[in-house]
Every structure is written in structure tokens, then in C-alpha cells.
């Protein structure tokens, strides 16, 4: 039967390292997606069946009288 080993101890400074870069990068990539959907132009145009950007739906419509 095999026996399980302890795991090593990772330090603490190694620890919080690991955490400011993982947070760090998920910051990068939020900046780089947003900039990203800003600067490049759709490679088809919208749906016939949407409404154009920009545009605003009429308000609520009255239910017809019977």
C-alpha cells in the first residue's frame, strides 16, 4: 500500500505573490476585452430583426379595448 507524503510548504511571500499576479492578469485581460470590443468594428452587420443601435424602444403600449 502506498503511503501519502505531506505536501510541501509553500511559503507565504510565494503565496501572496501568486495572488497579486493571478489578480493582476484578471485585471489585463478585463482592460485588454474592453478596449479590445471598442476599437474593432463588427465583421457582420446587425440582425434585420433588431433594432439599430441607439435606438430606443417606444413606451408601453395600451392593451386594445374589447
Do not use: E
Not at 37 to 44: M, R
Amino acid at each position: 500500500m502506498a503511503r501519502h507524503r505531506k505536501p510541501p510548504v509553500v511559503p507565504a511571500g510565494t503565496l501572496r505573490a501568486r495572488r497579486q499576479l493571478a489578480v493582476c492578469l484578471a485585471g489585463a485581460s478585463a482592460l485588454a476585452a474592453t478596449l479590445l470590443s471598442q476599437t474593432v468594428a463588427p465583421a457582420a452587420p446587425p440582425a434585420p430583426d433588431r433594432a439599430p443601435v441607439g435606438h430606443t424602444l417606444p413606451g408601453p403600449q395600451a392593451a386594445p379595448g374589447r
